[in-house]
């Protein structure tokens, strides 16, 4: 022991540690719910396609990246642009995030009519191939192109570095939006599928992809609107990643991807509330076993994708999912 | 009963394919080689086009022992060409070490139906244990390889384990997440060497004779390359030789059994778990031989050679040549790993050129370069 101090209590010292251990607790879970929240919108659109056209979009995680990497450059345009006043450049932030949203969904329609639409009646290995080659082309294509694209990115800073003070863990502003922008997502998912039409018709084909064509169903149209919405919410969970961890790079897509399918997959795929519920389990894991193993923050995703090789070994149909059955 | 046609026009197409192969890999220029190509693929179109390519699989199929014997041949005489250009050299043993891994990738994408991301990661799993042992050990090259082929094949039957009751995308998944979870494991390792890798893996020692020297004989330098070339020529052999043998068995039967239909394989009475299982051991031992061979022929193995991409690449390979069809396999394995060395100035685009001949080659020619051909069963040829 030090010599010339007061030596503290017995007391004290417990309380300070118990403190700090309570602060790291809720920092992980502040954390795990910032990781779940993208992991979560993924997977809901892997579940959405897997819902409409029985494939698995492998390159979910390439919109997830392609969209961070529109919005970023649009964004350090804006900011290039010169001072604006605090309100416009709110809504020109907006704008170009909803912009950049619409861009990726209209790339997911693209992908959807040029690359999965000709394997509909083929053997199912085939989707799973080609929308890896998308992701492959899509990856490389901005590494190439876009300006120095093979470093990582800044994602332009647009939320004013304040925040507040929850007890004793600060939130700041870019927590609370990526909060907001959770909450209004998965609300306006809910609204789609269970109040508009189109949601009804995109529930229809996945129920029944022959019989709700019987019913006249425009698929064609039902299934684009899919892709569009799954790429968005992609796109979404790409803008998280950029305002939470400011620095991204080209190849982040693919690991967020399949971190995505296999949340949906724990969740059960086809499933929308499985997917989220596969989200979070899946980004608990995966922070608390970095922080409290040791060693383990560099092999948190061992933890992750051994949550997903126990649920299919265990429960192939996931938290939610139903069994299947085999079709002859 | 149909003429057999003449073994003349497989003898033709043999040696134009082999004066094409020679010239294109002595051309050192990239706009000459990137010329070659574009007329290499009218040719072919040309051949098929024309109905040549009918006459030569015909001839192909009715002659098949003579000319697989003279391919052999040609195979054998490759190397001498090279002799004052090890970098070819390097390149051809390369292409063969991958060809070894593709065969066995084969079995599963192909012939079963199954596919396989982790093909890599059983490549890495055979080079570190063979690189180890030789390492640490001092274990020789010739225990250390099956000892590689055996760690894979262990670790092929633990990931087929949990595949089992999964089919398609999950399964697929899960070969995904087998490919991560190893590579990262490897990666934080202290005894793997982590992300520094395995350095100074020694070359194989066969009858004091060090595979891999140069040589001099009566004013001819032999590079160390070309021996190891021939070693691995050795290999591919006896692995094409096990990979048809086993095609034409009734793992093979069972294997396509499964790809066209599971139910009613199993309403057959074929054990889907036991077939299952054994493609996945049977094409990890090949990547693993394949793992042992590159890291002594490297000399060093670090975990980027073991990566995700790697898997991707060999899923890439086997789709363009044609799936369970091992001639097209090595066809597209060759041609995934030369082009894209002989074009070194596009270095940056060889992703974007793999995942474009992906796309490209699901949409406009699923059965690959090569499509395999329907089982024709001749009862009295027991065939």
């Known amino acids: 022991m030090s010599v010339g101090f007061p030596r503290p209590t017995d007391d004290s010292t417990l309380l300070v540690k118990e403190h700090a251990v309570s602060l790291v607790f809720l920092l992980q879970i502040k954390n795990s719910i910032m990781l779940g929240a993208q992991y979560s919108l993924i997977a809901i659109g892997f579940t959405l396609f897997f819902g409409a056209l029985n494939v698995v979009v492998f390159c979910q995680g390439a919109f997830y990246i392609l969209a961070t990497f529109i919005g970023a450059g649009l964004l350090s345009l804006l900011i290039g642009a010169g001072h604006l006043g605090p309100i416009v450049f709110g809504c020109v932030a907006f704008a170009i995030f909803f912009l950049s949203m619409c861009l990726t969904g209209l790339v997911g329609v693209l992908v959807e009519r040029t690359t999965i639409k000709p394997f509909r009646n083929a053997p199912l290995v085939m989707p799973i191939l080609s929308t890896i080659g998308v992701g492959i082309v899509i990856e490389q294509l901005l590494k190439l192109f876009y300006p120095q694209g093979s470093n990582p990115q800044v994602f332009p800073e647009i939320f004013p570095l304040t925040g507040v003070m929850l007890g004793d863990l600060f939130i700041s502003v870019s927590e609370l939006v990526i909060l907001a922008i959770t909450i209004v997502t998965l609300v306006a998912i809910w609204f789609f599928i269970k109040k508009t039409k189109i949601g009804s018709h995109v529930v229809a084909i996945s129920q029944d992809f022959e019989a709700a064509a019987l019913m006249g169903i425009n698929v064609d149209r039902a299934i684009m609107v899919t892709f569009f919405i799954g790429a968005c919410l992609a796109a979404i969970a790409g803008f998280m990643n950029g305002i939470y961890y400011t620095v991204f790079r080209y190849d982040m897509g693919a690991m967020a991807g399949i971190k995505g399918f296999s949340a949906s997959v724990v969740g059960g795929l086809g499933s929308v509330y499985g997917a989220v519920l596969g989200g979070f389990l899946m980004a608990f894991t995966e922070t608390f076993a970095a922080a409290y193993i040791p060693g383990g923050s560099a092999i948190r995703d061992v933890f992750s994708f051994g949550i997903l090789l126990l649920f299919l070994i265990l429960r192939p149909s996931g938290i939610i999912g139903e069994k299947a059955l085999d079709k002859v | ?383």
Request: charged residues 10%.
């Open chain 2, 1 to 383: 009963m149909k003429d057999k046609s003449s073994i003349l026009t497989g003898f033709i197409f043999a040696c134009a394919v082999f004066a094409a192969v020679i010239i294109f890999m002595a051309i050192d220029n990239m706009a000459f080689s990137l010329a070659l190509i574009l007329f290499y693929a009218l040719a072919s179109i040309l051949l098929v086009k024309t109905g040549f390519w009918k006459k030569v699989r015909n001839s192909i199929s009715d002659n098949p022992k003579k000319l697989c014997l003279l391919t052999a041949c040609f195979v054998l005489a490759t190397p001498l060409f090279f002799f004052n250009n090890p970098y070819v050299l390097h390149i051809l043993t390369l292409a063969c070490i991958y060809c070894v891994a593709t065969i066995g990738l084969n079995i599963q994408v192909g012939s079963t139906g199954m596919v396989n991301f982790a093909q890599g990661a059983f490549f890495g799993i055979g080079a570190y244990v063979s690189a180890l042992l030789g390492g640490h050990f001092g274990v020789s090259f010739w225990i250390s390889l099956p000892a590689g082929m055996l760690a894979a094949g262990f670790f092929g039957l633990l990931m087929g384990l949990p595949t089992l009751k999964t089919r398609e995308y999950h399964l697929s998944l899960v070969t995904i997440a087998f490919a991560y979870i190893s590579f990262l494991l490897v990666m934080n390792f202290d005894w793997t060497g982590g992300p520094d890798g395995i350095a100074d893996i020694s070359k194989p020692v066969l009858f004091g004779f060090k595979i891999g020297q140069t040589v001099t004989v009566g004013g001819v330098t032999i590079p160390g390359v070309a021996f190891y070339c021939y070693m691995v020529l050795a290999f591919l052999g006896i692995a094409l030789l096990v990979a048809h043998r086993l095609h034409n068995s009734w793992y093979g039967m069972a294997w396509n059994a499964i790809r066209d239909d599971e139910i009613s394989s199993r309403c057959y009475g074929l054990s889907l778990r036991k077939s299952k299982l054994e493609a996945f051991v049977f094409g990890s031992l090949f990547a693993g031989a394949a793992g042992a061979l590159y890291a002594h022929f490297i000399g060093f193995m670090s975990t980027e050679n073991m990566s995700f991409q790697i898997g991707l690449l060999m899923v890439c390979m086997v789709i363009l040549g044609g799936m369970d069809n091992i001639a097209g396999v090595l066809v597209g394995t060759l041609l995934l790993i030369v082009i894209p060395e002989k074009l070194r100035a596009f270095d940056d685009y060889r992703m974007l050129f793999y995942g474009l001949v992906l796309i490209s080659m699901l949409l406009f020619r699923p059965q690959g370069i090569i499509p395999s051909k329907p089982r024709f069963f001749d009862l009295k040829k027991r065939v």
